[in-house]
């Protein structure tokens, strides 16, 4: 059989990351019939095990093709995909997808950004972006927030991924939570309103974060601040001293946060504190329409 024919039958999509994983099956017609989530991203997949891991997810969703973006394409994934530097769009991609198994098993490859004094990567992030754009829930010019472990602020111009900055906040909240002198803390729910926007306030116009976040603790110890406003607080200073990273990238662009709900709320919430408005995209849609577009070209 035409193994462009297989493609066009159904395919498997899996974002397969550095802690977990999702994979959607999807019809003739795009559409996703069937999906999971697990934990079982790379770093749990044990050296040489990346086979099996593959074949399990066929197992759970059926012997069709397969179509990863993600971390499985990195140096420690299944099988290194390169990066495709900016500008980077579709076509480009599609240019230097990698076969690990010939037309039966592609692997998207990230984006890079290179430039005399910066450096920085993303994988994943591309797939959802190029997706976004393709089905106009982006437009072709514009400021991507994609908030996660590694945050990403993301220019697309002409539709295409022309720079961005990664802002590691998502993991250095949690280290803070779990490894920190704060974490005794940080517990609770991030769920008082008044508390996280004072942090974003703090976090857009100080420029001392590392400090700052020393005086969380320094502030309930000498009862200038309630225990129960800092962890709100904590994360409202990390995502503002974040903001005023993206927000220099592209000052007067549409801002687009792409990503999960619980995620591109905080967000939007300090935008709103910086003056700014930003319109909420998901994330699930966007892979897969990205991933659409790209099974679409294979032959």
């Not at 089905?135 to 993301?154: F, M, R, S, Y």
């Amino acid at each position: 059989m035409d193994q462009s024919m297989r493609w066009a039958e159904g395919f498997i999509a899996v974002d397969w990351g550095t802690t977990n994983r999702r994979a959607y099956l999807l019809d003739a017609k795009g559409k996703c019939t069937d999906e999971f989530e697990d934990g079982k991203g790379i770093l749990s997949v044990e050296q040489g095990g990346f086979p099996e891991a593959v074949a399990e997810i066929r197992t759970r969703l059926g012997d069709l093709p397969l179509l990863m973006a993600g971390m499985i394409g990195s140096n420690r994934g299944w099988i290194e995909a390169p990066y495709v530097h900016c500008p980077a769009g579709l076509d480009d991609l599609i240019g230097k997808l990698v076969w690990a198994e010939q037309g039966r098993t592609a692997i998207v490859p990230g984006v890079a950004y290179l430039s005399d004094d910066r450096a920085d990567v993303m994988r994943g992030e591309e797939a959802q972006i190029v997706g976004a754009v393709g089905a106009e829930l982006i437009p072709q010019d514009c400021l991507v927030c994609h908030p996660g472990t590694h945050n990403k602020w993301v220019h697309v111009d002409d539709g295409r991924i022309v720079t961005f900055r990664t802002v590691m906040t998502g993991e250095l909240f949690s280290l803070l939570k779990k490894h920190s002198i704060l974490s005794d803390l940080l517990s609770t729910e991030i769920e008082r309103e008044e508390a996280f926007r004072a942090g974003i306030r703090h976090g857009l116009t100080s420029g001392s974060v590392t400090s700052d976040l020393f005086s969380v603790r320094a502030s309930v110890l000498l009862g200038r601040s309630r225990r129960d406003d800092a962890m709100s607080f904590t994360s409202g200073l990390l995502i503002g001293a974040d903001l005023r990273v993206g927000l220099a990238i592209a000052a007067d662009a549409e801002i687009v946060v792409m990503g999960r709900p619980e995620l591109t709320r905080l967000y939007v919430t300090g935008l709103d504190e910086a003056g700014r408005f930003g319109r909420e995209v998901d994330g699930d849609t966007a892979f897969l329409n990205g991933i659409r577009a790209i099974a679409e070209r294979i032959t």
